[in-house]
């Protein structure tokens, strides 16, 4: 993602929770100009669909940040993922729940985002 944003203002990389209570969250984002974010988004969705198998990748509700967000079921070796990939014009990024579905990511996403991601 990073090399595709232009001016680059910000990024963000971690885990939160703990495997063993399979309550594991990643997330990875940039901030600053996505020149295309539809095209952008065709772009995260095709190379995460390769590494992480998903499916059923569908347009859900962006919340209150707006933008473009697709969220599909995936799958790291047998671990079930819940994934949901955004775009705007200031920003992309992916939400990866491990151990759950894409019901389940859909239902949290705009509340992570909105900790992740911040306008002023």
Partial sequence: MKSTVQGETSTVGAFYGDPAKQDLIMIAAVSGLVPDPKKEMEDSVTALSSELSLTNMATVEPGPLGGDV???DGKAESVPLGVC?????GSEGVVVM?????????????TIRGQVEQRS
């Fill in 70 to 72: 697709r969220c599909g």
């Fill in 85 to 89: 990939v955004w775009t705007d014009r």
């Fill in 98 to 110: 491990y151990f759950k579905s894409a019901e389940q990511a859909k239902a949290e996403f705009a």
